[in-house]
């Protein structure tokens, strides 16, 4: 079983910046990308942005510079900086990951329980 744990969400002020954090534990064979979602009060999740073992990144286009995500391979962890925050990224993020698990091999896709960020104005 494949666990993903968020952590870093908190309060943060307007034009703050935050990092999160998201851990991938259990067994498995190799992590292909790891993701951010979020998902806003009376929304739907969204995607935020997203980065593969390789490096290759990919972001929402509301997220473009002022949010960076990259990852540790060695950790299985995968980073998310946001910077310049407003009001309007209050919202429970989630991690995400395309893990390859044994038995018969597969990729499976895993999601933590999330972490609230509350950015106050």
């Known amino acids: 079983q494949v666990q993903l744990v968020e952590s870093g969400g908190g309060l943060v002020q307007a034009g703050g910046s935050l990092r999160l954090s998201c851990a991938a534990s259990?067994?498995?064979?190799?992590?292909?990308?790891m993701g951010w979602y979020r998902q806003a009060p009376g929304k739907q999740r969204e995607f935020v942005a997203a980065?593969?073992?390789?490096?290759?990144?990919n972001y929402a286009d509301s997220m473009q510079g002022p949010a960076t995500i990259s990852i540790a391979n060695a950790k299985n962890t995968v980073y998310l900086r946001m910077s310049s925050l407003q009001p309007e990224a209050t919202a429970v993020y989630y991690c995400?990951?395309?893990?390859?698990?044994?038995?018969?091999?597969?990729?499976?896709?895993?999601w933590g329980k999330g972490t609230l960020v509350t950015v106050s104005s």
């Open positions: 995400n990951a395309a893990v390859m698990v044994a038995g018969p091999y597969r990729y499976v896709e895993v």
């Open positions: 980065i593969s073992s390789a490096g290759r990144t």
């Open positions: 259990g067994s498995f064979v190799s992590i292909n990308a």
